[in-house]
């Protein structure tokens, strides 16, 4: 069964606008950490945020922010003022915090399109 | 920021013939990991390391070797490569406290097996 599901294949927003992506997560465990991963054309794969399970409050890094539903198991990813370098693919990823397997689960991705 | 460098970053093989790539990173974390991409499946893990000495399977270790002669270096290697092991290879490294961190990639290594 997959741990981390991304629904949304690809998505394509005009320049300026604002976006979610979504992501659904299934774990047992009552610690863990979500994070969003963006990989660029070039193919490389960059760190944009993470969520700590037992923070209420919404992470935010610049033009990302963090939609965090516990009881949802849900994880969306918002960006806020797109730009056309935004345009790549996006990785939503768990780690359980309670198991010594350290595995990152990740997505299989959304494809985000910025059309200027 | 931490560095992982890999190598080769593109290698054509032939079938049956042995590969390794090579991962190399500098910032002293103990853990280290290699993943496969392919379309439709996004990242599948294969081997890890906890630190120098030890190798552990991932979810899809079948047909690949892994080796960490020390804490910068973790090696994945396809004894007999087949053309199914054609994809695009990430080593990632990185480590764990109670504020969970994050994976830090390399740049990728593409191989293509004919």
């Known amino acids: 069964a997959q741990k981390v599901t991304q629904t949304q294949t690809s998505i394509s927003v005009m320049e300026k606008t604002t976006v979610t992506m979504d992501c659904v997560y299934e774990?047992?465990?009552?610690?863990?950490?979500l994070f969003w991963y963006k990989q660029t054309a070039s193919g490389e794969i960059v760190f944009l945020i993470r969520q700590d399970s037992y923070k209420k409050e919404n992470a935010t890094v610049g033009h990302y922010s963090l939609n965090f539903q516990k009881p949802k198991s849900s994880i969306g990813l918002i960006i806020t003022a797109t730009q056309i370098e935004d345009s790549a693919v996006y990785f939503c990823a768990m780690r359980e915090g309670n198991t010594g397997y350290q595995n990152f689960y990740f997505g299989k991705g959304t494809s985000l399109t910025v059309i200027p | 920021e931490a560095a992982v460098t890999q190598s080769p970053r593109n290698k054509v093989a032939v079938t049956g013939g042995k590969v390794t790539l090579s991962c190399n990173q500098t910032n002293n974390h103990n853990n280290m990991y290699w993943y496969r991409q392919d379309t439709g499946h996004g990242l599948r893990l294969i081997h890890y390391?906890?630190?120098?000495?030890?190798?552990e399977k991932g979810d899809i270790p079948d047909g690949y070797k892994a080796s960490r002669p020390s804490q910068e270096n973790f090696s994945l290697i396809l004894e007999l490569a087949t053309p199914s092991q054609t994809s695009v290879y990430f080593c990632?490294?990185?480590?764990?406290?109670?504020?969970?961190?994050?994976?830090?990639f390399g740049e990728g290594s593409r191989l293509i097996v004919v």
């Open positions: 774990t047992q465990d009552s610690s863990y950490f």
């Open positions: 990632a490294s990185g480590d764990w406290d109670s504020s969970g961190n994050t994976l830090y």
């Open positions: 390391s906890y630190g120098a000495g030890s190798t």
